[in-house]
T-cell receptor, first 113, second 111 residues
Framework: DTEVTQTPKHLVMGMTNKKSLKCEQHMGHRAMYWYKQKAKKPPELMFVYSYEKLSINESVPSRFSPECPNSSLLNLHLHALQPEDSALYLC????????????FGEGSRLTVL | QKEVEQNSGPLSVPEGAIASLNCTYSDRGSQSFFWYRQYSGKSPELIMSIYSNGDKEDGRFTAQLNKASQYVSLLIRDSQPSDSATYLCAVRSGGYQKVTFGTGTKLQVIP
């Protein structure tokens, strides 16, 4: 069983919808991440939450907004998305924010119509 | 120049052979290097970390790092069909939380 749990596994939404992706880690890690991965491309970092501080990749559009209710949860709110935002969204965690040893959830596959 | 470069493949090897996967990186200040395996439609899985020059072995996997040449490689001995996947090289550099992935090399192990 994965220790980073993402829900939902699949999401289809229209461009006017508001939805959320949820991620929970059960490993006591201090950092959590959202990555976006398009087909045949590497994961691209969107957000990092580490030691109660949120860091944002400045290229990520504002229609994506992260929320960290506590150190085990990292949600991604979606609003007014575009079809090109269709991708696999990966949540990951790490023991500390200064390590590249990432543990990924199974991903949420998003389709925007 | 891309920050982390890999040959996209596919790299085809017969079952039982050694698969050699290569990666170069551009930032000389890079400190940590990782190999992730990603099966089709699945999420990446960490298989090796290496932090200092030389070789690091874990079972059938050996990671090699040469910081002077800015080169990191992964050797898979006794390749199995179950090793068929895309292998992503990742490098941590340039700041506190920045991990950059290469585009990955697709490995096909032929039975």
């Amino acid at each position: 069983d994965t220790e980073v749990t993402q829900t939902p596994k699949h999401l289809v939404m229209g461009m006017t919808n508001k939805k959320s992706l949820k991620c929970e880690q059960h490993m006591g890690h201090r950092a959590m991440y959202w990555y976006k991965q398009k087909a045949k491309k590497p994961p691209e970092l969107m957000f990092v939450y580490s030691y109660e501080k949120l860091s944002i990749n400045e290229s990520v559009p504002s229609r994506f907004s992260p929320e960290c209710p506590n150190s085990s949860l990292l949600n991604l709110h979606l609003h007014a998305l575009q079809p090109e935002d269709s991708a696999l969204y990966l949540c990951a965690s790490s023991l500390r924010g200064d390590t590249g040893e990432l543990f990924f959830g199974e991903g949420s596959r998003l389709t925007v119509l | 120049q891309k920050e982390v470069e890999q040959n996209s493949g596919p790299l085809s090897v017969p079952e039982g052979a050694i698969a050699s996967l290569n990666c170069t990186y551009s930032d000389r200040g890079s400190q940590s290097f990782f190999w992730y395996r990603q099966y089709s439609g699945k999420s990446p899985e960490l298989i090796m970390s290496i932090y200092s020059n030389g070789d690091k072995e874990d079972g059938r996997f050996t990671a090699q790092l040469n910081k002077a040449s800015q080169y990191v490689s992964l050797l898979i001995r006794d390749s199995q069909p179950s090793d068929s996947a895309t292998y992503l090289c990742a490098v941590r550099s340039g700041g506190y939380q920045k991990v950059t992935f290469g585009t990955g090399t697709k490995l096909q192990v032929i039975p």
